[in-house]
């Protein structure tokens, strides 16, 4: 069973997470993880609800800081102190 890995990013931050996928994608491959982060939100979904149920499962949350993910008031209080 694969661990899975919720990505937490700014959204300013998406070439650096783009780039962290295919550093994952060999583990995504050999099942040793799953990956998933708010691009994976469906069009037309409420994006609270999915982003708080995938960040309360995952047993990895990967924190990609930056200035811009510090400056974000939800990256900061809600997906950083989970």
Same mark, same amino acid.
């Given at each position: 069973m694969p661990f899975? &890995? $919720?990505?937490?990013?700014s959204h300013r931050d998406r !070439? $650096? /997470?783009d780039e962290l996928d295919?550093?994952? !994608?060999? #583990? /995504? /491959?050999?099942? &040793?993880?799953?990956s998933w982060y708010d691009g994976d939100i469906a069009p037309g979904t409420e994006w609270q609800p999915q982003i708080m149920a995938h #960040?309360?499962? !995952?047993?990895?949350? #990967?924190?990609?800081?930056?200035a811009d993910f510090m400056a974000s008031d939800f990256c900061y209080s809600t997906e950083m102190t989970q």
């Open positions: 899975e &890995v $919720f990505i937490s990013y !070439a $650096f /997470r295919k550093h994952l !994608a060999n #583990l /995504r /491959r050999q099942q &040793v993880i799953s #960040l309360n499962t !995952a047993q990895i949350i #990967l924190l990609l800081i930056s």
